[in-house]
């Protein structure tokens, strides 16, 4: 059966609601710079591949990827595109509540951007559309729950175009990875108490553990290990997950 709901028509979306799919996976990203090596979609490539692993696994559809979202200081680097706070919102509730009016009972929204403006808009149109329609969402972060797996399996602290990304990058499309154009000149380490608008770098570190590391073996070992911590985790809130 296909798995996204924009391949399917509607006959066969009803016929997946009677045969108990009532849950929909919603891969959300934004479009920014992530070094030189990695590509403007890594945000939402990563949660795309995730929803398409899970979903083989349990009675789940995927809902169209959210390919736009809130990005703000890497927006001097060419090719990034912010989307309002405020319309990013809107958009997320509206998708939810009409997923919801569609007959889904869950919705699971597979974020791969960690903008603290997205991430509170997430939250708040998933509480909006919990109120108003009774739909449940679960928002999965996906590199901050596998922080602890980037450090067993990388040996390095994750980053905004770091290991963490560049591994689930290199594991699932590793012909969009430009290994040769990353150069450790192209990092930022932030530190406490200082932002930059624009940030001068894409590539950025938040303490002195952030460290590339570009290497086919333990790439697909972190993408394996982080689809399965993933898939427990929903075991553990949803269940139904063989």
């Known amino acids: 059966m296909r798995m996204y709901l924009h391949e399917m028509s509607t006959a066969q ?19 920014e710079a992530h070094g030189p090596h990695l590509p403007l979609g890594t945000d939402v490539l990563i949660p ?11 009675k789940a559809l995927i809902a169209p990827p959210i390919y736009y979202g809130v990005t703000k200081s890497l927006l001097a680097h060419p090719g990034s595109i912010r989307v309002r706070p405020r319309v990013f919102e809107r ?3 509206d998708v939810l509540r009409w997923l919801s009016f569609t007959g889904f009972e869950v919705a699971v929204i597979l974020n791969g951007h960690g903008g603290s403006e ?12 919990w109120k108003d329609c009774g739909l449940r969402v679960i928002i999965v972060n996906w590199w901050i ?33 430009n290994e040769e154009e990353y150069a450790d000149e192209e990092s930022l380490t932030v530190e406490e108490g200082i932002e930059q608008y624009p940030s001068p770098k894409s590539v950025i570190y938040y303490s002195g553990r952030g460290k590339m590391v570009i290497d086919e073996d333990k790439s697909t070992k972190y993408f394996e290990e982080v689809a399965q911590l993933v898939k427990e985790k929903l075991r553990k809130y949803l269940g139904g997950i063989s």
């Open 91 to 93: 958009l997320i509730y």
């Open 48 to 58: 795309i591949s995730l929803a398409e692993r899970l979903a083989s696994e349990m």
């Open 118 to 129: 997205q991430m509170r808009a997430l939250r708040d149109a998933s509480f909006k559309a």
């Open 13 to 31: 979306v009803k016929r997946a609601l009677e045969e108990g799919f009532k849950t929909v996976l919603l891969p959300v990203g934004t479009i």
């Open 145 to 177: 729950l596998a922080r602890s797996l980037t450090e067993r399996v990388l040996g390095v602290e994750g980053g905004h175009g770091g290991a963490d990304e560049t591994s689930m990058i290199y594991a699932i499309r590793p012909d969009l990875v």
